[in-house]
């Protein structure tokens, strides 16, 4: 695990941080693939974890949420609009095009399980030390959790910093073929820059310093 800053740490689960999980105070964010169990289960062995979350229901990023729950006997937190997804495992449903074949490939090979879900999350929840945001339009009911007293914000894939095709590393918004609403993630990006964050952490990409302004000058070319 990297640490990101107090009691938060990132868990790079492919090569170039193309996936991205993250251990928060006692939680665990989002969950990899399907293979990735085996190293999130090594990375937080020495640390206490009380409940697992997922920022949205896709493949990368509840692939391993069943084998996880069950191994570790921790709940699953989602917001209400991902419950369906994260509890029957159909998780490329809201996909623009759920017959694509980057779609059925992640379902038959990324995907895990349906768990159930104990708890659902809403906008202003406290989770640990962290906020939720609700931020749709990637999937249908995406969130993101934001620590106002540091300004750390993890995104999920509200937005992304890699280009997923060639891995080249650089902020903007995930790709169409994956997005359920292109203009309600359009909105939820400028919520985001709203809140000015200092660090923000990804599904896909690595950590980013915002210290020069990329969020904002990637919302000015969006015309929020």
């Known amino acids: 695990m990297i640490e990101i800053a107090k009691n938060v740490y990132q868990l790079p689960l492919l090569p170039r941080n193309s996936i991205n999980c993250y251990v928060v105070d006692d939680l665990l964010i989002d969950a990899g693939i399907r293979a990735s169990a085996s190293k999130i289960l090594k990375s937080i062995k020495s640390h206490k974890i009380n409940a697992h979350l997922l920022t949205h229901a896709h493949a990368d990023h509840q692939g391993s949420s069943s084998l996880i729950c069950e191994r570790l006997s921790i709940p699953l937190w989602t917001s209400e609009k991902e419950k369906n997804n994260a509890e029957s495992g159909r998780v490329v449903d809201d996909y ?87 203009y309600q993630m359009k909105e939820s990006v400028c919520k985001l820059n709203k809140l000015n964050p200092s660090v923000i952490c990804f599904g896909h990409g690595p950590v980013l310093h915002n210290d020069k302004g990329q969020l904002e000058k990637l919302v000015e070319r969006m015309g929020c």
């Open 96 to 182: 623009p095009n759920p017959r694509h074949f980057v779609a059925r490939f992640q379902q038959l090979n990324w995907a895990g399980k349906g768990v159930k879900v104990s708890q659902t999350l809403k906008e202003g929840d406290e989770v640990g030390s962290f906020t939720v945001i609700e931020t749709p339009g990637h999937s249908i009911g995406h969130i993101s959790f934001f620590r106002e007293s540091d300004r750390v914000l993890i995104a999920g894939d509200a937005l992304v910093n890699m280009n997923l095709l060639t891995t080249l590393v650089g902020l903007n918004t995930p790709p169409a073929l994956f997005t359920t609403d292109t």
